[in-house]
């Protein structure tokens, strides 16, 4: 049974920085896709950013890239997200995600496991 938790997030100003950490159990991760995606509200769940555990691969959406990077800890199992230069329309609960590595592109929401979630909240 694979288990995500999530730490960090919180309120920020406009232009500040966050990071979010997604420690993982279960298993080797090494086969593995983590990802982030974030949830505003009235808004349906968006991909943020992923990376293949693997090879390193990343992959953000259009509205983060350049702004945020994800990473990863082998010896931790740890995957993070940092957010840089944050914006009142990136406010929303933030979501960490895994499954088991496949062709498919990064930003695909297939992934098979979650964690409970954490709120960004950017202030003006």
């Known amino acids: 049974q694979v288990q995500l938790v999530e730490s960090g997030g919180g309120l920020v100003q406009a232009g500040g920085s966050l990071r979010l950490s997604c420690a993982a159990s279960g298993r080797t991760f090494s086969s593995y896709d983590m990802g982030w995606f974030r949830q505003a509200p009235g808004k349906e769940r968006e991909f943020v950013a992923a990376?293949?555990?693997?090879?390193?691969?990343?992959r953000y959406a259009d509205s983060v890239k350049y702004r945020f990077t994800i990473s990863k800890d082998n010896a931790k199992n740890t995957a993070y997200l940092q957010m840089n230069d944050l914006k009142p329309e990136d406010t929303a609960v933030y979501y960490c995600?895994?499954?088991?590595?496949?062709?498919?592109?990064?930003?695909?929401?297939?992934?098979?496991?979650w964690g409970q979630g954490k709120q960004v909240t950017v202030s003006s």
């Open positions: 990376i293949r555990w693997r090879y390193g691969i990343t």
């Open positions: 995600a895994a499954r088991l590595s496949t062709p498919s592109a990064l930003n695909l929401d297939t992934y098979s496991y």
